[in-house]
Nanobody, 114 residues
Framework: VQLQASGGGLVQPGGSLRLSCAAS????????IGWFRQTPGKERAGVSCISEDGRTAYADLVKGRFTISRNNAKNTVDLQMNRLKPEDTANYYCHTKIYGVDYWGKGTQVTVSS
């Protein structure tokens, strides 16, 4: 199982980015998938997740701005990030747990700056 996050970049405050978590060796639709983010010196924090049955949850800091969704045709879980703020700057990771084993994708850097 391998996960790979992509779609990060540099964006101005108020802008948008769409992150994508792609997988090999696993059908993402069969599992809960989470997005996390981390900045230097801080612990990795949960941003959003989508359950196997499609329920979604968001951290208070991103609620109303971020939307998580599945693209089963591409076997990805995407994170649409709107109205980005400088404090959203972080390395973003996707995660799943399969039979008790944690799988983390390599992160994608999001930088929100003017």
């Amino acid at each position: 199982v391998q996960l790979q996050a992509s779609g990060g970049g540099l964006v101005q405050p108020g802008g948008s980015l769409r992150l994508s978590c792609a997988a090999s060796g696993v059908i993402l639709d069969d599992y809960d998938i989470g997005w996390f983010r981390q900045t230097p010196g801080k612990e990795r924090a949960g941003v959003s997740c989508i359950s196997e049955d499609g329920r979604t949850a968001y951290a208070d800091l991103v609620k109303g701005r971020f939307t998580i969704s599945r693209n089963n045709a591409k076997n990805t879980v995407d994170l649409q990030m709107n109205r980005l703020k400088p404090e959203d700057t972080a390395n973003y990771y996707c995660h799943t747990k399969i039979y008790g084993v944690d799988y983390w994708g390599k992160g994608t850097q999001v930088t929100v700056s003017s």
